[in-house]
């Protein structure tokens, strides 16, 4: 259905001026529409209006008293006023109203220069106001742990307490207290206790809300610079603010990028990390024992040297690299062209590679046209939402912020299917939850009834007995008698599902790190074939969908051509203008190849395996056995202390290139300060390493590495610097006409034995930290000091302890110390415990040889 | 209080043996309107609520009865809870809607109990020939604001009480955004009366609840039917004047209703004219200045603050009026209260800006602004 042309439409007159506008416009929105400007205050477009301000007041025919246009929607034959004598005196009054209780503290506060009441006051031109101030009770400054609020700047425009509930879903924010005594209050207590976020600090048009991060600049000495926040996946545009080389804060702007100024706490408040005094600034080299500082040149030359030697003595296959997912585009292109053409090694990786190459590299070749990758205009678009083993809201938060949007605005039902309890505001239509390990027959189930009920006629499938074989073969009931669901619940949602018409189904961290994930993805993407939607899958870091992109990973060149491929190989052959060998053999395992001594040099860019990899301390192992390892990274880590050669790398905010985010998009990412210290960005690194072993590779700029990604990759054809500058631009993936395919998919459940460690562990980011940056801010180690670990009500009372303790959780593998939380978000059996914690890594609890981590938990000293 | 006999469940039989929309046909022939204040015709909400296109009703009664001077709500649950229950009922039954509150008044403990004991009355086979329907009671938090529907609607729903920008209005969009019907407890209460009596029957013998107060002789709830002036309510029902001092002014429909002067005590109170029904009556010894203070304080206190013209307009207007005047005669503060009173009345969100000031208007138009000039 074309929604312009049957999109109802109404006619009226602004200021004499006859227009036609969508109905359901309100007058400002009409107006706007036609280029007509009402002042207004407390409006903001992304939050409903809120009518509070009453200075966009018009004049409407038939109405004695002046109508507030934000608030009132256009009707037939409506004759609208502007601008009048009484308007102005009107908005004039209210202005005065406004100012009587804020005092004129501009000189002093952050917010001038940028402060909506600054402007207003001047463009009403209100000169004088007649009403003398009454003092508040000289309220001293509320602390709010990470924001502060001056009660006597606050103009009570509602703003944030709105976009609290409306876009974060959180609603830590009330007025109290009645009239001229009201005040904005946290309803988390005392004191704020939220995701702490700072959309309300971003929406307060004055300085009523600021951050505890003291800022010291006016608005007027700094310079913005638009880039992409270098946390999580959603690929959110940020302006660094910078003044006088130092990097102030972040902010961001409606209506620029993808996330129409919204940011959460990493991408608002992790700017810290950028200056912070932990940069690791200058190359060191391993001298004897120690590592010392040393120059560019001995170190390049240095890696330069026993790379030749490796290669030399043992082959190609003795260097191997590990790639962050938080490299540009350019960095990770780079760095395996010259793995691939100039050193003939395919020993290139990601860590998310190394754990689940089906649904990174391989999620073209697993899946199709049913890749989990789809533009964020989708979700505006879907009949319904399916989180399935994805807690929306914690992991890539912003992206939550949009499907909150959808179901404001359009209604869209939520279904949540999960092992634990995850929140989500606004509240789901319908919730299961399932053992962990029987995702895989809960879908069948799923299936199996809408095939019972009839399949619905939005179905992608033409032929739907592929995608039903396999729920066929099982049965409803058979399915869900391990799930413990059921069956009611299951048709209801089947039903759900169906009637709401094309499911976007999100599937998260718990999916992606779950040892039956390709197996899981494949019954969804049956699912959601079978009902005409979409499955998404969360990723991680800034940068992963790019790294996938680039061809870091073992089973593909970039773009997705197999490196076992004799006419891909030929492809690259053909551009890089050298021959290219055809790399095949078994899935390769880079841990393994370590312990096995086949690998002489590893060179890890800018991750720390360690940390992140699941069971660090074999990854640690593994590492030393390699006779050589180079680390390159912004901060110290527990990799770099095994390094050899370590290299200071700049941060995003400190060089050019582009990521590519969740969705498929490339954007842009600027250089906004100067790299601290002798840090580099890594395809300057590598491209003078390249040098130094001779290759012929060279390029002068990031710039021009982009320029031979949007020649040669597929999928990436045109999308230079230049190209996506504004607004960043879509990858043109693979196989988008190719049919649907139907999976087979088995439903064994996943199990383990519990003996002695009773919970199911799952390990996920919290809110705050993410990689290896996040630690390095104050404000969010201030957030989140360490790990917590989240324990259903009975599972703490049998654990013996208590919220606010700190535990030990144990698996066989090890153990670390974590906060207890004491939440309905986990369900009894599965605890979820939060990473990226260098001191208390969770991820060390999580073992290799058995698909599922089991742990056990008591008090820490009990 | 003779026709308004506690309840038979005779309405209810009645309405239950009609179609919903022969309900609203009665209702609206009876010609009830909206006892609130408003005046809003009872049949045509009851009809927009019927036709709204939704799987979801809701039916609220107001019983927050926070106007100053108001007490005749308080006295309808405490003393014929069952007729405020039908009427709940059939407004349930002729809209569609399976849930219902009775938004009360956090002071009205009594009032709670008695409801709390009628609808544990009723017969169960009766309510369940009415589809079981549910009656929530529902204890308010506290405040002037509670009363006005859209912020009702947002207590209800867990949220601040905190007036809402109109269209949509509750009947297309009220509780938890459903179609929503809101009537006041007197209005309610007339229902079951109609059925009882007949429409025609009903129309002819309609009479309005006044609460009078203040300095008459017998302070309390009289009967009357529209139409009858403010000499009769205060000089025969309420026997007079409570001192020998000579009336000065009554306000109708509350501190937010219109002010009658001694001129004024024939006007004939018609729906247009009564508000609420509150008479607040006040002899020759009251200040009209204190008066003025007195109901701008309270208007300060009550403001949600919201909105900017009430939150600031309401506190300005308190001030103003308790400080001494910056001129002599008080004339330039005069100025800003007339001129805040406006902005107030054309620019606030809700009615309590809206009328906080008509007193004030209507005693500078009737008594002169020198009144209240000297400090």
């Known amino acids: 259905m074309n929604e312009t042309s049957t999109a109802k439409t109404v006619s009226l007159t602004i200021d004499g001026q006859t227009v036609r506008v969508p109905e359901g416009d309100t007058i400002l929105a009409a107006a706007r529409r036609n280029g007509v400007d009402i002042p207004t205050l407390c409006f903001l477009e992304k939050l409903k209006p809120i009518g509070s301000c009453r200075i966009c007041s018009v004049e409407v025919d038939g109405s004695a008293s002046p109508i507030m246009s934000c608030v009132t929607p256009v009707v037939e034959g409506m004759k609208v006023v502007t601008s009048s004598e009484r308007l102005s005196r009107y908005r004039q009054e209210m202005m005065r109203f406004i100012l009587t209780n804020h005092p004129l503290d501009c000189p002093v506060c952050e917010r001038s220069g940028e402060c909506l009441l600054q402007n207003r006051t001047f463009e009403l031109n209100v000169t004088e106001h007649p009403f003398k101030t009454i003092d508040y009770k000289k309220t001293a400054v509320d602390d709010w742990n990470e924001l502060r609020y001056n009660r006597n700047l606050c103009i009570f425009c509602e703003r944030c307490v709105k976009v609290c509930w409306e876009i974060q879903g959180f609603g830590a924010l009330e007025i109290g207290g009645n009239g001229y005594n009201a005040r904005i209050i946290p309803t988390t207590g005392e004191t704020l206790d939220c995701d702490f976020c700072g959309q309300c600090l971003a929406v307060c048009p004055v300085g009523a809300i600021s951050s505890a991060i003291v800022f010291s600049a006016r608005s007027w000495e700094i310079e913005k610079v638009e880039t992409i926040c270098p946390f999580c996946a959603v690929g959110c545009s940020i302006e660094v603010n910078v003044k006088d080389g130092a990097l102030v804060r972040n902010t961001s702007n409606d209506g620029i990028g993808v996330n129409n100024g919204n940011l959460c706490a990493r991408g608002r408040f992790g700017h810290e990390s950028v200056q912070s005094d932990d940069r690791f600034k200058t190359p060191m080299v391993r001298k004897g024992v120690k590592l010392v500082e040393t120059g560019w040149d001995e170190a390049i030359g240095n890696?330069?040297?026993?790379?030749?030697?490796?290669?030399?003595?043992?082959?190609?296959?003795?260097?191997?690299?590990?790639?962050?997912?938080?490299?540009?585009?350019?960095?990770?292109?780079?760095?395996?062209?010259?793995?691939?053409?100039?050193?003939?090694?395919?020993?290139?990786?990601?860590?998310?590679?190394?754990?689940?190459?089906?649904?990174?590299?391989?999620?073209?070749?697993?899946?199709?046209?049913?890749?989990?990758?789809?533009?964020?205009?989708?979700?505006?678009?879907?009949?319904?939402?399916?989180?399935?083993?994805?807690?929306?809201?914690?992991?890539?938060?912003?992206?939550?912020?949009?499907?909150?949007?959808?179901?404001?605005?359009?209604?869209?039902?939520?279904?949540?299917?999960?092992?634990?309890?995850?929140?989500?505001?606004?509240?789901?239509?319908?919730?299961?939850?399932?053992?962990?390990?029987?995702?895989?027959?809960?879908?069948?189930?799923?299936?199996?009834?809408?095939?019972?009920?009839?399949?619905?006629?939005?179905?992608?499938?033409?032929?739907?007995?592929?995608?039903?074989?396999?729920?066929?073969?099982?049965?409803?009931?058979?399915?869900?008698?391990?799930?413990?669901?059921?069956?009611?619940?299951?048709?209801?949602?089947?039903?759900?599902?169906?009637?709401?018409?094309?499911?976007?189904?999100?599937?998260?961290?718990?999916?992606?790190?779950?040892?039956?994930?390709?197996?899981?993805?494949?019954?969804?993407?049956?699912?959601?074939?079978?009902?005409?939607?979409?499955?998404?899958?969360?990723?991680?870091?800034?940068?992963?969908?790019?790294?996938?992109?680039?061809?870091?990973?073992?089973?593909?060149?970039?773009?997705?051509?197999?490196?076992?491929?004799?006419?891909?190989?030929?492809?690259?052959?053909?551009?890089?203008?050298?021959?290219?060998?055809?790399?095949?053999?078994?899935?390769?395992?880079?841990?393994?190849?370590?312990?096995?001594?086949?690998?002489?040099?590893?060179?890890?860019?800018?991750?720390?395996?360690?940390?992140?990899?699941?069971?660090?301390?074999?990854?640690?192992?593994?590492?030393?056995?390699?006779?050589?390892?180079?680390?390159?990274?912004?901060?110290?880590?527990?990799?770099?202390?095994?390094?050899?050669?370590?290299?200071?790398?700049?941060?995003?905010?400190?060089?050019?290139?582009?990521?590519?985010?969740?969705?498929?998009?490339?954007?842009?990412?600027?250089?906004?300060?100067?790299?601290?210290?002798?840090?580099?960005?890594?395809?300057?690194?590598?491209?003078?390493?390249?040098?130094?072993?001779?290759?012929?590779?060279?390029?002068e700029t990031c710039e021009q590495i982009a320029g031979e990604i949007a020649e040669f990759v597929?999928?990436?054809?045109?999308?230079?610097?230049?190209?996506?500058?504004?607004?960043?631009?879509?990858?043109?993936?693979?196989?988008?006409?190719?049919?649907?395919?139907?999976?087979?998919?088995?439903?064994?459940?996943?199990?383990?034995?519990?003996?002695?460690?009773?919970?199911?562990?799952?390990?996920?980011?919290?809110?705050?930290?993410?990689?290896?940056?996040?630690?390095?801010?104050?404000?969010?180690?201030?957030?989140?000091?360490?790990?917590?670990?989240?324990?259903?009500?009975?599972?703490?009372?049998?654990?013996?302890?208590?919220?606010?303790?700190?535990?030990?959780?144990?698996?066989?593998?090890?153990?670390?110390?974590?906060?207890?939380?004491?939440?309905?978000?986990?369900?009894?059996?599965?605890?979820?415990?939060?990473?990226?914690?260098?001191?208390?890594?969770?991820?060390?609890?999580?073992?290799?040889?058995?698909?599922?981590?089991?742990?056990?938990?008591?008090?820490?000293?009990? | 209080?003779?026709?308004?006999?506690?309840?038979?469940?005779?309405?209810?039989?009645?309405?239950?043996?009609?179609?919903?929309?022969?309900?609203?046909?009665?209702?609206?022939?009876?010609?009830?309107?909206?006892?609130?204040?408003?005046?809003?015709?009872?049949?045509?909400?009851?009809?927009?609520?019927?036709?709204?296109?939704?799987?979801?009703?809701?039916?609220?009664?107001?019983?927050?009865?926070?106007?100053?001077?108001?007490?005749?709500?308080?006295?309808?649950?405490?003393?014929?809870?069952?007729?405020?229950?039908?009427?709940?009922?059939?407004?349930?039954?002729?809209?569609?809607?399976?849930?219902?509150?009775?938004?009360?008044?956090?002071?009205?403990?009594?009032?709670?109990?008695?409801?709390?004991?009628?609808?544990?009355?009723?017969?169960?086979?009766?309510?369940?020939?009415?589809?079981?329907?549910?009656?929530?009671?529902?204890?308010?938090?506290?405040g002037y604001i509670c009363g006005e529907e859209s912020a009702l609607i947002e207590s209800i729903s867990g949220r601040r009480a905190e007036p809402q920008s109109r269209p949509p209005y509750p009947t297309e969009a009220g509780l938890f955004g459903h179609p929503t019907l809101i009537n006041n407890v007197e209005t309610l209460a007339n229902v079951p009366l109609i059925f009882n009596m007949g429409a025609e029957k009903y129309r002819e013998s309609f009479k309005k609840i006044f609460c009078v107060s203040g300095d008459v002789k017998k302070r309390g709830i009289y009967k009357a039917a529209p139409g009858v002036t403010l000499r009769e309510l205060v000089f025969n029902h309420a026997d007079g004047m409570k001192s020998a001092k000579r009336f000065k002014l009554a306000l109708v429909g509350g501190v937010s209703g219109r002010v009658f002067s001694s001129d004024d005590l024939d006007l004939k109170l018609d729906y247009e004219l009564f508000g609420n029904g509150a008479i607040i009556v006040l002899d020759e010894s009251r200040s009209l200045r204190d008066t003025i203070l007195n109901i701008a304080e309270f208007f300060a206190e009550e403001s949600c603050g919201k909105c900017a013209p009430c939150r600031q307009g309401t506190s300005r207007f308190e001030a103003i009026l308790k400080r001494k005047y910056k001129n002599k005669d008080g004339s330039k503060d005069m100025e800003v209260l007339k001129l805040l009173s406006t902005v107030m009345k054309d620019t606030s969100l809700c009615g309590l800006g809206r009328t906080a000031t008509n007193v004030f208007d209507d005693i500078v138009k009737k008594f002169g602004q020198e009144v209240l000039m000297t400090s």
Request: charged share 25%; aromatic share 8%.
């Open chain 1, 303 to 699: 890696v330069a040297e026993k790379i030749s030697e490796a290669v030399k003595n043992d082959g190609p296959d003795s260097v191997g690299v590990i790639v962050s997912e938080t490299v540009t585009n350019e960095d990770a292109y780079l760095i395996q062209k010259i793995f691939r053409a100039g050193l003939k090694s395919n020993r290139i990786e990601t860590l998310s590679n190394m754990l689940n190459p089906k649904l990174n590299s391989g999620i073209f070749d697993e899946l199709g046209p049913s890749a989990p990758i789809v533009p964020y205009d989708q979700i505006g678009k879907a009949g319904s939402f399916v989180f399935f083993g994805c807690d929306a809201e914690k992991e890539n938060p912003v992206i939550a912020n949009m499907v909150r949007v959808a179901m404001r605005d359009k209604g869209t039902p939520l279904f949540v299917a999960n092992a634990r309890n995850p929140l989500f505001t606004p509240s789901a239509r319908q919730r299961v939850r399932y053992e962990y390990g029987t995702e895989t027959q809960l879908v069948a189930a799923l299936i199996g009834a809408l095939n019972e009920s009839g399949l619905p006629d939005n179905s992608r499938a033409d032929d739907p007995s592929a995608f039903i074989k396999t729920a066929e073969s099982v049965g409803v009931s058979e399915a869900l008698k391990s799930a413990g669901v059921s069956e009611e619940a299951v048709r209801r949602m089947a039903e759900g599902i169906k009637t709401a018409g094309s499911p976007l189904i999100f599937l998260g961290k718990e999916i992606h790190d779950h040892p039956k994930s390709a197996q899981i993805t494949r019954a969804l993407s049956n699912l959601a074939n079978l009902t005409g939607g979409r499955l998404l899958l969360y990723r991680e870091y800034c940068n992963s969908q790019g790294a996938n992109d680039m061809g870091v990973g073992r089973s593909h060149f970039p773009g997705y051509l197999r490196t076992d491929s004799d006419q891909a190989a030929g492809y690259y052959s053909a551009k890089w203008g050298v021959e290219i060998p055809v790399f095949s053999g078994p899935a390769p395992d880079t841990l393994a190849e370590l312990v096995a001594g086949k690998i002489k040099v590893l060179i890890v860019v800018g991750c720390d395996p360690i940390t992140h990899y699941n069971d660090g301390q074999f990854v640690r192992e593994a590492i030393q056995s390699a006779g050589f390892v180079v680390v390159t990274g912004s901060y110290d880590n527990e990799t770099g202390v095994l390094a050899d050669v370590a290299l200071p790398t700049t941060v995003a905010a400190e060089r050019d290139g582009s990521y590519t985010n969740n969705e498929g998009r490339v954007q842009l990412i600027r250089k906004a300060v100067e790299p601290a210290g002798q840090s580099r960005p890594e395809w300057e690194i590598f491209q003078n390493l390249a040098g130094r072993l001779g290759m012929d590779i060279s390029y």
């Open chain 2, 1 to 142: 209080m003779s026709s308004m006999s506690p309840a038979d469940n005779l309405a209810l039989e009645k309405a239950l043996a009609i179609k919903p929309e022969e309900i609203i046909d009665e209702i609206t022939e009876s010609g009830l309107r909206g006892l609130g204040g408003a005046g809003f015709p009872v049949g045509r909400k009851w009809r927009t609520v019927r036709e709204a296109r939704s799987d979801k009703k809701f039916v609220i009664c107001n019983a927050e009865e926070g106007e100053p001077g108001t007490f005749k709500d308080r006295y309808l649950i405490e003393n014929f809870p069952e007729m405020v229950i039908e009427g709940v009922l059939i407004a349930m039954h002729a809209v569609g809607a399976k849930q219902s509150y009775i938004y009360l008044r956090r002071e009205y403990g009594k009032g709670y109990e008695s409801l709390k004991k009628a609808v544990r009355g009723f017969p169960p086979g009766l309510i369940k020939k009415f589809g079981s329907p549910e009656v929530t009671l529902w204890k308010g938090p506290g």
């Open chain 1, 714 to 862: 597929p999928g990436y054809h045109g999308l230079t610097h230049n190209r996506i500058a504004q607004g960043g631009a879509l990858v043109d993936y693979p196989g988008k006409s190719s049919d649907v395919e139907g999976y087979e998919f088995d439903t064994v459940t996943v199990s383990s034995d519990g003996a002695g460690f009773p919970f199911v562990a799952v390990i996920g980011n919290s809110l705050f930290h993410l990689g290896v940056a996040s630690r390095h801010s104050k404000a969010l180690n201030r957030m989140a000091p360490g790990p917590c670990l989240e324990i259903s009500p009975d599972d703490a009372a049998a654990a013996g302890v208590t919220d606010g303790d700190d535990a030990i959780v144990e698996s066989v593998q090890g153990s670390i110390k974590a906060k207890v939380v004491v939440t309905e978000r986990s369900s009894n059996g599965v605890v979820f415990i939060t990473k990226n914690f260098e001191n208390a890594p969770a991820t060390h609890l999580i073992y290799r040889k058995s698909p599922v981590t089991r742990v056990k938990v008591s008090r820490a000293g009990g």
